[in-house]
């Protein structure tokens, strides 16, 4: 059974930072390329970051580039989020989710993990 | 590309077919997915490539489309269908559109 499991949300002041993680199981990782998904409370959803299996291919939302890293440890089967400079406006559900099919960029995410809160304030 | 869901709000009644609409800035090359998200519940995929119905998912539900106009159709509205739905693009960086929350009449 494919399991995502994310952790590290909390609360955090404007401008500081926080890492966010996301575990995989059931699945061969290593193979599969991975994405953060947001979704602010109330709101609609937002694709932030996508990293291809080997971390040759990253892409970042505009509304987050430069702010924010995403990484891979494929040792550990997990995926990171780094977010500097945080806004009130990155306040979100944040969720990993698997890119389908593999060793495409052109990806539908069938599995997601049941997201970690992030709350962007002073 | 921008994706721009319509109606915002669809009130239905059981057993009515439905149909969602999703239109793109650009054309989306039917690189196009539904997604139907319940109160305080994870989005669940229920199409992709336009068309494809993802598995388990009930075949009252379908998707059809082309260039940069899509539509969702549940064809038999039942009650567990009540949530958000989602359309999301592939075919240039991703996108979600706003969401067309469907509730019962």
């Known amino acids: 059974e494919v399991q995502l499991v994310e952790s590290g949300g909390g609360l955090v002041q404007p401008g500081r930072s926080l890492t966010l993680s996301c575990v995989a199981s059931?699945?061969?990782?290593?193979?599969?390329?991975m994405n953060w998904i947001r979704q602010a409370p109330g709101k609609g959803l937002e694709w932030v970051a996508y990293?291809?299996?080997?971390?040759?291919?990253?892409y970042y939302a505009e509304t987050v580039k430069g702010r924010f890293t995403i990484s891979r440890d494929n040792a550990k089967n997990t995926l990171y989020l780094q977010m500097t400079s945080l806004r009130s406006e990155d306040t979100a559900l944040y969720y990993c989710?698997?890119?389908?099919?593999?060793?495409?960029?052109?990806?539908?995410?069938?599995?997601w993990g049941q997201g970690t809160l992030v709350t962007v304030s002073s | 590309i921008q994706l721009t869901q319509s109606p915002s709000l669809l009130s239905a009644s059981v057993g009515d077919r439905v149909t969602l609409s999703c239109k793109g800035s650009?054309?989306?090359?039917?690189?196009l997915a539904w997604y139907q998200q319940k109160l305080g519940e994870t989005p669940k995929l229920l199409i992709y490539?336009?068309?494809s119905l993802q598995t388990g998912i009930p075949s009252r539900f379908s998707g059809s489309g082309s260039g940069t106009d899509y539509t969702l159709t549940i064809s038999s509205l039942q009650p567990e269908d009540v949530a958000t739905y989602f359309c999301?693009?592939?075919?240039?960086?991703?996108?979600f559109g706003g969401g067309t929350k469907l509730e019962l009449k």
């Open positions: 059931g699945f061969t990782f290593s193979n599969c390329g």
């Open positions: 990293i291809s299996s080997g971390s040759s291919y990253i």
């Open positions: 650009q054309n989306i090359n039917n690189y």
């Open positions: 999301y693009q592939y075919n240039n960086g991703w996108t």
């Open positions: 490539n336009t068309n």
């Open positions: 989710a698997r890119a389908d099919p593999m060793g495409s960029s052109r990806n539908w995410f069938a599995y």
